[in-house]
């Protein structure tokens, strides 16, 4: 895992900086997504994932923000999707396609969720390969 | 309690523009709306992180002169929690009211 501290500059130059959204490249446990919710939402943490390069970004505020980092470090944001961990949902539902960055009516997304099956299933690929038990 | 959005309380929040923020809160309006009938937990954190977030909108000086339509929501969405027994607000009109903001925001994307 790559992380970004608090006191990384954005490299568009705008000097702002990062809070404590990392960019997931090899590997995240589930271990360390359950800490992220419980420093953030308590029960959720937000990502962005590159179903093209097979990475994500996890741990923003807003998906808005990880979807700004991914594509600073040169994702394409046609390959951008919001979702949702719930590393602790017991029902076996932890992964939530939900968020503000997929309604994208360029390309025929014009929900929160993801409509595309296939893309959903790249989604899920993606995610089972970047996050370990 | 302390903000579950620090990082949005501090500052960050104020950056974006009124249908970005209704947006946002309408993506937890929506995520309550999911869990309502089948995780009291999920659904009651989704409530706390819309109403967290629309305080901050209502406190977003830019707004003011604009704040009858946000008060008014922040009754709506309270009502809407407590089974809708003033208005008859529901969840399900509330995520189409803040639906339209995120359409709104995303417009060219």
Sequence with gaps: ?133 | MPFQHQELAAGRWQELSLAEQMGNIGSEISRALRWRDNDQKLFIGAFDRALELLDLTISDSRWRGRLKELTRVREAVGDAFCGGSEYRTSFEDLNRYFFNFAIAARAHR
């Excluded at chain 1, 953030?40 to 943490?45: A, E, P, Q, S």
């Excluded at chain 1, 999707?81 to 997929?102: H, L, Q, R, T, V």
């Design chain 1, 1 to 133: 895992m790559f992380r970004l501290s608090h006191n990384d500059p954005r490299p568009c130059g705008s000097g702002k900086k990062y809070m404590e959204i990392k960019l997931v490249t090899d590997s995240i446990t589930k271990a360390e997504l359950e800490e992220l919710a419980r420093a953030r939402f308590g029960d959720m943490v937000k990502a962005v994932v590159d179903i093209n390069k097979g990475i994500m970004a996890v741990g923003g505020e807003l998906h808005a923000d990880e979807e700004a980092l991914l594509l600073e470090q040169g994702s394409k944001q046609e390959n951008l999707w919001g979702i949702n961990f719930y590393p602790d949902n017991s029902s076996g539902e932890w992964i939530e396609f939900n968020s503000m960055i997929n309604i994208r009516p360029s390309q025929g997304n014009r929900s929160r969720g993801v409509e595309d099956e296939s893309v959903r299933k790249s989604i899920r690929e993606a995610v089972e390969k970047l996050v370990k038990e």
